[in-house]
Nanobody
Framework: EVQLQASGGGLVQAGGSLRLSCAAS????????IGWFRQAPGKEREGVSC??????????YYTDSVKGRFTISSDNAKNTVYLQMNSLKPEDTAVYYC??????????????????RGKGTQVTVSS
């Protein structure tokens, strides 16, 4: 059974930090691009950050609004991708979820390609 389990969300004050984890199982983790997406109430889904498969050298992508504040990383031994979020802002408030695709990082970034998607974790940043 394929599972993508996101965790690590919570309530934090502006300027604070959180680390999200996406634990994957049921598929060959090393062959997949993994991405973090978020959706706030009344807003469209947004691609936050992606990391390509190890076979593609672990290329990373960040949307402009999180560059310099968020860092994506992968622990292939644990089949887990992390999103370290620093200097959080109220506008980062959303449900964050992770997804996986065997397609390229470009396909995930530009076309939101997803073979698998997990349930989200709520991130709330208070001002």
């Amino acid at each position: 059974e394929v599972q993508l389990q996101a965790s690590g969300g919570g309530l934090v004050q502006a300027g604070g930090s959180l680390r999200l984890s996406c634990a994957a199982s049921g598929f060959t983790f090393d062959d997949y691009t993994i991405g973090w997406f978020r959706q706030a109430p009344g807003k469209e889904r947004e691609g936050v950050s992606c990391i390509s498969s190890m076979s593609s050298d672990g290329i990373t992508y960040y949307t402009d609004s999180v560059k310099g504040r968020f860092t994506i990383s992968s622990d292939n031994a644990k089949n887990t991708v992390y999103l370290q979020m620093n200097s959080l802002k109220p506008e980062d408030t959303a449900v964050y979820y992770c997804a996986a695709t065997r397609d390229s990082i470009a396909s995930m970034v530009e076309g939101y390609a997803m073979d698998y998607r997990g349930k989200g974790t709520q991130v709330t940043v208070s001002s």
